[in-house]
DNA sequence: TCTAACTCCTAC
DNA sequence: TTAGGTAGGAGTTAGA
């Protein structure tokens, strides 16, 4: 029952034959709408539902149904976006709006527009909001998909011709139920060149295949790779060329648009659509060569205000049983919207099920069915029209619950949820796997127009952690707990009274509810079971950890829409940089075949041998700045630098023009041919480097957070690189250059070891002989001998400066801290105080030992650090003994708390009870271990 | 009891 | 149709 609606005045009966009516965007009469729209058809079907439940009541439930709609909509009316201005209306002013998502549909080509082209083809769908907030759909026409393929040589415009009635055969065969008048809508000759292997000539032929729909791109790919009857020349097979850029994509590339940027339509170009397909405030249909994208630099690196509506919802679970759609209830919605650049929500509401007390700065709305509740969210999202939908777990919970619920409650017209009209809002299955992220399953939901950004998946992206619960990421990163709900008591609350309904409400809104979190002896088995989320708390994070910035900034440097940052791996990124700089080169992108796993791995970095030991004099660490980046751009090392073993011997260039890699390849130098890679690092560090530098400048909070994503992004990008060359089964791998990448990474770093050795000497003239006590890929630990940690920086700065000179440019070696004292216990294991003045440590740095993994149990952790503490600050090496000694005796003793010891192999904690299996001489073992690393001294 | 092959997680 | 890389320590497991 609505809490406003205990005035319970009869509107007008609507006429037998008109159904209720629609809930309108802006209701202020009770005038039911002719029934011709859409929304008036769904509300046929509410009708129905409830003309089941008896005659009698027909006639007052559909009064009380309008009753509360009417009610429900002048709610919701007051979070409408503002209204537009004249010169909006009268389409006298151009639109300019920051872009979020990109996508396309097929349709008929418009007539104005496209005066020639009478069939169906893509339409790119551009949404954004504009700089006052009013939501945008762009319909851009007439761009279409294309690829490449290098034209056989002799091949004149009369083979192209024939060659292109061949192709318009066998793509008809492939497609024999298609109505599509023309498949391949012409082939046009271009001057290209591929970007694979030096070569001399500036361009060559290539034929540039328009066909008419972007999925026929996949399909003549394969009949060409397959093989194609040409006149003359007899079945031939092509490689094709960019035949994998996802359309969007490309026509992002190709119209300069960047993930996130603004762009412009000029007054004139643009016109209103006929009948709208969107409910965006502004939509209109225009020319893809009319777009004008923005880079987005000064006034373009502006956000605009977007709304970002964060959810929850709350399900009513039978005892001891995960909620399931089919059966459980949802109870609650709770919502928050935020305008993007403000602190605090303007809407925040909560709607449940059954009657709830007031809650102090939220709307309450309650609902007597579940489908009331469901119906009225969907209402909700129309109204309030959010351009972000953000919460935790949203992707693979929530969203996928409340559809399938309403599924379930045969609510067909719930999930229209995105910005198109009519359009059902898809839930797929998905799987990611990749070494970096694991394999996760996940759900698909499409809510076109809006885009999610589910806070789960970033923190499971973005950060290594031992839980995942919103609880315990709140900890971490806002240092704030909220009292948690046990899942057994949701029920009961729900069940109870307006009152305890209120404080479910309140937990929804602010308060956490129980996560379960199962960690099993392999923590990929680990699940976490988070029965009630909470819409408070991911607007927090987004916030603190300035997700919107630092995507939008990665969106715009690496040129991808923002929703690919979350779905998408770390190639399509270098691959996006990489096609817009082909672009701008006249070079094209082969598609090459899967390989398989005939080219296997290459030899990777070094790792110097260490010295173990507890070093009490201060310890030096020289590290290479951005190595791999770095030494791309000293050796011109690229796609369209590597010169081919037989180019090699038959091109016979001269050797002060080419550079022969440790590992044996051969690149030319850049006056002959200046890499494309070595410039996009260039690109990447130079903005990076002026981001910095903005960012020092920078007083405006906004400003800085723009700035500080905009340089993090900028390093996180220059350094995927090098990853990319050598991912295997990605889009471009080339293990010539990443294995020449790191074979001169391996030559530096024992060049550098020996430089240091070989000139801080007694003999050189030092008061000590300098020993490489240890080193890793990029950097080298130093032994000066000197005792004090100032006299250790100012070697070490010599040293890094001597041997940066020795190197190419811009490969440099920087002093960048001192270890004092240090303990070294094998290769990527040590820890040590981290000095970066001499004046007083920073902090306790720890590599690779129990402390900073994830695979044991806290006790272990515990005494570690503890270990460490007393060890490396209080100096106190007996204490550190002890203290092992008498944590063994606490366990043997059962003295010891047993959560300390979850996570631990063969313990699993099971609700409230620990089941411990041999754990006490199991983790007696493990911590003899231990103290064989105390033993150490 | 030893070892090879595997898993897991980290360093870079 | 979608996925950055290798090195390496520590633990587990299977088999001899």
């Given amino acids: 029952m609505n809490k406003g609606g205990n005035s319970r005045k009869r509107p007008p009966p609507p006429s037998s034959h008109q159904p209720s009516p629609a809930l309108k965007h802006q209701a202020t009469t009770p005038t039911p709408p002719p029934p011709s729209t859409e929304e008036d058809f769904v509300d046929e079907d509410v009708f129905f539902d409830e003309t089941l439940m008896g005659e009698e009541d027909v006639e007052s439930l559909i009064l009380r149904d309008f009753e509360e709609r009417q009610a429900l909509a002048s709610r919701l009316s007051k979070w409408a976006r503002p209204p537009l201005s004249d010169a909006y209306i009268s389409q006298s002013r151009s639109i300019v709006f920051q872009q979020l998502e990109i996508d396309y549909v097929i349709g008929e080509s418009h007539k104005n527009l496209l005066p020639d082209s009478s069939c169906q083809a893509a339409i790119i769908r551009i949404f954004g909001v504009t700089g006052e907030g009013h939501s945008v759909c762009c319909l851009v026409h007439g761009f279409e998909p294309y690829f490449y393929i290098s034209c056989p040589p002799g091949m004149g415009p009369d083979d192209i011709s024939h060659f292109h009635q061949t192709l318009e055969g066998r793509m008809k065969e492939m497609n024999r139920n298609s109505k599509v008048p023309k498949f391949v809508r012409r082939i046009e000759l271009v001057q290209k060149r591929s970007i694979m292997y030096y070569q001399q000539q500036k361009s060559q032929p290539?034929?540039?295949?328009?066909?008419?729909?972007?999925t026929m791109v996949a399909t003549c790919r394969g009949i060409l790779d397959r093989g194609i009857q040409i006149d003359g020349l007899g079945m031939k097979s092509f490689i094709t060329y960019e035949s994998n850029v996802l359309f969007a994509l490309r026509f992002m590339i190709d119209c300069n648009i960047v993930g996130g940027n603004w762009i412009e339509i000029p007054a004139g170009k643009y016109k209103k659509t006929a009948k709208n397909m969107s409910y965006c405030q502004l939509e209109f249909d225009c020319l893809y060569s009319d777009l004008i994208s923005h880079a987005p630099e000064g006034e373009f690196s502006k956000m605009a205000p977007f709304r970002i509506l964060s959810f929850d919802i709350e399900c009513a679970g039978r005892k001891g049983h995960f909620p399931e759609p089919s059966q459980d209830p949802v109870i609650q919605v709770a919502n928050l919207v935020t305008l993007q650049g403000e602190d605090q929500p303007f809407i925040r509401n909560v709607m449940t099920l059954k009657s709830c007390s007031p809650i102090v700065g939220v709307d309450v709305m309650s609902f007597d069915t579940e489908k009331e509740v469901l119906l009225a969210w969907r209402e909700f999202i129309r109204e309030v029209d959010p351009d972000i939908i953000i919460g935790y777990n949203i992707c693979k919970f929530d969203l996928p619950y409340l559809i399938e619920r309403a599924q379930t409650l045969g609510i067909a017209e719930f999930p229209i949820l995105g910005r198109i009209r009519n359009s059902r809002v898809r839930v797929k299955d998905t799987t990611f796997s990749s070494r970096q992220y694991g394999t996760r399953e996940s759900k698909e939901v499409t809510v076109e127009g809006r885009v999610q950004f589910d806070l789960l998946q970033a923190m499971q992206r973005d950060y290594k952690l031992s839980s995942y619960s919103l609880n315990s990421v709140s900890a971490h990163f806002l240092s704030e707990q909220k009292e948690d709900v046990h899942h057994s008591i949701i029920s009961d609350l729900q069940n109870g009274n307006a009152e305890t309904r209120r404080r479910l409400a309140v937990y929804c809104l602010k308060g956490i509810g129980e996560g379960i979190l199962l960690w099993a002896s392999n923590p990929s088995l680990v699940e976490v079971y988070l029965l009630s989320e909470d819409a408070y708390l991911p607007q927090r994070l987004l916030d603190k950890l300035m997700y919107v910035y630092n995507y939008v900034e990665m969106a715009r440097v690496t040129g991808v829409p923002i929703s690919f940052l979350l779905s998408r791996g770390q190639s399509i990124k270098v691959l996006s940089q990489l096609l817009r700089k082909s672009k701008q080169k006249n070079l094209v992108i082969p598609n090459v075949k899967q390989a398989g796993s005939e080219q296997g791995t290459f030899e990777g970095a070094t790792v110097l041998e260490a010295k173990a030991g507890f070093y009490e004099k201060p310890i030096a660490t020289l590290d290479f700045a951005s190595l791999y980046p770095s030494i791309m751009m000293a050796y011109n090392?690229?796609?369209?630098?590597?010169?081919?073993?037989?180019?090699?011997?038959?091109?016979?260039?001269?050797p002060e023009c080419v550079n022969r890699t440790p590992s044996g390849e051969t690149f030319v130098k850049p006056e002959l041919q200046k890499g494309i890679l070595p410039e996009i690092l260039e690109e990447l560090l130079a903005a990076r480097k002026r981001a910095?530098?903005?960012?020092?400048?920078?007083?405006?909070?906004?400003?800085?957070?723009?700035l500080d994503g905009r340089q993090l992004a900028l390093k996180v990008s220059a350094n995927s690189v090098y990853g990319f060359t050598g991912a295997t089964v990605g889009q471009l791998p080339c293990l010539e250059i990443s294995s020449s990448v790191t074979s001169y990474g391996r030559q530096m770093i024992?060049?550098?070891?020996k430089l240091v050795e070989d000139k801080f000497t007694v003999l050189g003239g030092y008061e000590h002989n300098a020993e490489v006590i240890y080193g890793d890929t990029d950097s080298v630990m130093v032994q000066f001998g000197v005792s004090d940690v100032e006299a250790a920086m100012n070697l070490g700065r010599e040293a890094a400066e001597h041997i940066s000179g020795t190197f190419t440019k811009p490969i440099k070696l920087e002093f960048e801290k001192v270890y004092y004292p240090y303990l070294l216990i094998s290769k990527k294991r040590y820890a040590g105080l981290f000095w970066t003045n001499p004046q007083k440590f920073d902090k306790m740095d720890t590599k690779g030992i129990e402390t900073v993994r994830r695979d044991n149990c806290l006790l272990v952790k515990n005494l570690v650090t503890e270990c460490l503490h007393k060890i490396l600050i209080d100096r106190d090496i007996p204490g550190a003994v002890q203290y092992v000694k008498n944590t063994i005796s606490d366990l043997l003793m059962n003295r010891m708390d047993l959560s300390l010891l979850v996570i631990t192999k063969g313990l699993t904690k099971t609700g409230d009870d620990y089941e411990v299996k041999a754990a006490h001489v199991e983790l007696a073992e493990r911590m003899r271990k231990i103290s064989v690393v105390v033993a150490f001294f």
């Fill in 206 to 214: 290539f034929l540039k295949i328009v066909v008419a729909l972007p």
């Fill in 750 to 753: 024992e060049h550098t070891k």
């Fill in 637 to 654: 090392l690229c796609y369209c630098t590597l010169v081919t073993p037989e180019d090699v011997r038959k091109l016979n260039l001269p």
């Fill in 692 to 706: 910095k530098a903005d960012l020092k400048e920078a007083k405006d909070p906004l400003e800085k957070a723009v």
